[in-house]
């Protein structure tokens, strides 16, 4: 029970008995374990951002998924008429004209003069062809009955509280990519084909000192993306997941920053090794996970060298 105890403080998840006689070792000798890593007060200021952005946006999306339910119970032919149903555009006209009755009861030129109100930057000709657009998925819409009073205060509250998201969001975004500027290795991570602007402060806040990592199979550790052990005795596991330990955030990163790399050939260098991975016969999670794995051998070897990335196979 205590080796047990004593296992889940390391980021590794490793089951030997040759493991469990060390950690009972190691809680004879120390009082308790030394700290994995600590991070100056500027990449915590990044951390601390990036996980506020990401918890937001969480919640934003949730929110669309409740509007998108609000919205079907009223006008489910408005998706038909924005290309962005959640553009300042889109969601303005719906505020204004939340219903097929609403729509259908003003003129063109006046639903058109009235969407040019609100902030697009379009020509007259196109706001009334996009006014004839609403008209016509106003005439196709199935609930032409009027709307229940109660439907509409929830529509409208969603619609405010996207905004209220959609601001708070650019603000968080714009605080991210200025402290982000102020890191040497924003530059070098960015160099990375798929790795944007929110992917590389997040990588840098998750990472902090890269001095702190002796090589990079601790940042793979730090990540969970090391394979788990589990030995007990003649036992030994043949499958082998993951630990999923460590930054939960910096996993999730990894593995978006690789979906964007093999993503419209952007990554020559990781889609080369992902081919490869499935030529081996690896399914296809295996790969992107192994992908993530190389992924951080590269970030490590850039920001040791301070070198940027060359994408040739």
């Known amino acids: 029970m205590i080796s047990f105890e004593a296992r889940k403080t390391s980021l590794r998840q490793v089951k030997t008995d040759k493991a469990d006689a060390y950690h009972l070792g190691e809680l004879y000798y120390k009082e308790d374990l030394e700290i994995y890593q600590r991070k100056t007060e500027k990449a915590l200021n990044l951390r601390l951002l990036t996980r506020q952005h990401s918890a937001l946006t969480d919640s934003y999306v949730q929110i669309k998924l409740q509007f998108q339910v609000a919205l079907d119970q009223i006008f489910p032919e408005y998706y038909h008429a924005f290309s962005d149903l959640y553009g300042k555009l889109s969601l303005n006209t719906l505020l204004n004209y939340s219903t097929a009755l609403d ?134 596991a043949s499958i082998n997941r993951i630990t999923k330990r460590g930054s939960s955030r910096l996993r999730q990163t990894l593995y978006t920053a690789v979906q964007c790399g093999l993503a419209k050939g952007r990554n020559k260098k990781l889609i080369a090794f992902y081919e490869r991975k499935r030529s081996e016969g690896k399914p296809h999670k295996v790969a992107i996970i192994a992908c993530a794995n190389k992924l951080v051998h590269w970030i490590y070897a850039m920001l040791k060298r301070q070198e940027v990335f060359v994408d040739r196979v």
């Open 103 to 236: 729509i259908l009861k003003v003129a063109d030129e006046k639903l058109a003069e009235e969407m040019g109100q609100f902030g697009a930057r379009r020509s007259h000709d196109w706001f009334l062809d996009k006014a004839r657009q609403l008209k016509e998925a106003a005439r196709r819409n199935p609930y032409q009955s009027q709307i229940s009073h109660g439907q509409l205060i929830s529509l409208r509250m969603y619609i405010q509280m996207l905004f209220q998201y959609q601001e708070h969001l650019s603000k968080l975004l714009k605080e991210i990519n200025t402290l982000s500027k102020s890191f040497e290795e924003y530059r070098l991570i960015q160099s990375v084909p798929g790795i944007g602007d929110k992917i590389a402060a997040t990588i840098i806040s998750e990472i902090g000192d890269i001095n702190q990592f002796e090589n990079p199979k601790k940042i793979v550790a730090y990540a969970g993306l090391d394979p788990s052990v589990f030995e007990s005795g003649k036992f030994k």
